[in-house]
């Protein structure tokens, strides 16, 4: 399948706002819905307009309610044991996007890559302050935001998705 210009701009358009989520992420710990919707948007026009080729209606719905239903679960579990907020309503909503961009598979997939390139990028942050500091690294209770983590397993999950349906070749 060839990809038409609409939906290389759905494409285009997706991936500036997942950088632009990450960076606000990364600053001030937010993911605003005015950058999280359209992003969502994008899927679901994505689709349309491949004629759902890629994944069907129903994948993409399911993959939507499966990204927002888990990460909200796990936010009110994690919330009720550490008695505070432990991931904020942007993430739950970024990964019901992304479920809509990737249907079931690509969301769990997402899912997957994007916890492990959290604690990268966790274990990587306490050590870059413990050598600041030059102390020993700490990990209880080390705050940082999901979406940059969530976004490498969003982006990655999408590759291959885009890989596995022909639409795209990539060299590895």
């Known amino acids: 399948m060839i990809l038409n210009l609409l939906p290389l701009l759905c494409l285009t358009g997706a991936f500036i706002l997942l950088v632009i989520l990450c960076i606000i992420d990364l600053r001030v710990r937010l993911l605003p819905n005015i950058f999280v919707f359209p992003f969502a948007v994008l899927g679901v026009v994505f689709h349309f307009v491949t004629d759902f080729q890629i994944l069907s209606y129903q994948d993409m ?17 994690a919330n009720a044991y550490y008695k505070q907020d432990s991931l904020g309503l942007g993430d739950v909503k970024l990964m019901g996007g992304a479920g809509l961009w990737l249907g079931l598979e690509g969301i769990l997939m997402a899912l997957t890559v994007g916890a492990f390139a959290g604690l990268l990028h966790g274990v990587g942050y306490a050590v870059f302050i413990a050598v600041k500091e030059g102390t020993k690294p700490n990990f209880h209770r080390l705050a940082i935001p999901a979406g940059p983590g969530f976004t490498v397993g969003i982006v990655l999950s999408g590759l291959w998705i885009l890989e ?3 639409t795209i070749v990539l060299p590895l």
């Open 61 to 77: 719905l399911i993959g939507g309610a499966i990204g927002y239903g888990f990460l909200f679960l796990l936010r009110a579990a």
């Open 164 to 166: 596995k349906s022909g």
